[in-house]
């Protein structure tokens, strides 16, 4: 009997400790070999993590979807978003602030300039549609390892420059998501800037999430340690109107 508590008590304290790595894990983004060294007992909680870390379904070019829908938000409804449209965003900035060491402003060109990843993923909405599309862009990870995230920080925000049916869009995730391989910030589509209505002219791609995660019209990343006072607490947009979960995970 008092095997089995004190059993309890060593299994509750590695999930702490397993928790606490997985901050961890997402600021050093060593999480590979940390699992592989993790205790072969602990299966459980390092499949949970390691779960997360898997890959989302990437597809050939050849089954890219011939149109890709454009959904909630379809431009950003500001004179200077239209005039930004007009000049091929040469003023747009994307920054990167909050809980960091080393706060970034970066124009478009410079977020071209990083290490770029291309992905073909398919895009689930929960409205009930899906649409294959190329995506590319530099990993989140990459723009957080420049601004070098602080210790406590525990969510990435994604300020959007749009309303959509008056209210801010935003969203965010935790830091395994934020440091996810296929996490990127977006600016082509399919070989070409992004169009206005996908999100011109970057949104973030969050692939193992449904649709309503990857913020469109990003104008800058947040690094937070709560939600609490971001929006009305929920951590994005449709969380906050309408009760969506906010681990939209598939
Ligand atoms: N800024 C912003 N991002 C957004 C939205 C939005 O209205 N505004 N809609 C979300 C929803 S519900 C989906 S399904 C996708 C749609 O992306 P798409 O227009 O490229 O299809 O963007 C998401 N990101
Ligand atoms: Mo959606």
């Known amino acids: 009997m008092t095997g089995s508590v004190g059993r309890r008590g060593f299994v509750a304290g590695m999930s702490a400790l397993f ?17 592989e060294k993790a205790p072969g007992w602990h299966k459980a909680v390092q499949r949970s993590l390691a779960d ?32 930004q449209l007009e000049n091929g965003f040469a003023d747009w900035r994307l ?20 290490p770029q990843r291309t992905q073909v993923t398919r895009h689930d909405c929960v409205e009930g549609w899906s649409a294959i599309g190329e995506w590319t862009g530099p990993q989140l990870s990459t723009l957080l390892e420049m601004a070098g995230v602080q210790d406590g920080a ?8 749009d309303k959509y049916v008056g209210r801010q869009y935003y969203e965010s995730v935790d830091m395994v ?14 070989g070409e800037a992004l169009p206005e209505g996908n999100g011109a002219p970057l949104r973030m791609r969050i692939e193992r999430q449904l649709g309503y995660k990857h913020a ?15 929006g009305e607490g929920m951590g994005g947009y449709w969380e906050d109107r309408s009760g969506y979960q906010w681990y939209a995970g598939m």
């Open 177 to 190: 998501d934020a440091m996810h391989p296929q996490t990127i910030v977006a600016h082509s589509l399919n």
């Open 216 to 230: 469109k019209y990003l104008a800058a990343i947040e690094v937070v340690d709560t939600l609490e006072n971001i």
């Open 154 to 161: 525990k969510f990435v925000v994604f300020r959007c420059a």
């Open 52 to 83: 997360r870390m898997a890959l989302a379904i990437e597809y050939p070019r050849s089954a890219i979807s011939p149109t890709f829908k454009a959904n909630g938000s379809k431009t950003v409804d500001t004179d200077f978003y239209r005039a």
């Open 95 to 114: 920054e990167v602030r909050g809980m960091v060491a080393k706060p970034l402003s970066l124009s478009l060109d410079e977020v071209r300039a990083l």
């Open 19 to 35: 928790l606490g790595a997985c901050n961890k894990v997402a600021e050093s983004s060593v999480g590979k070999s940390l699992f």
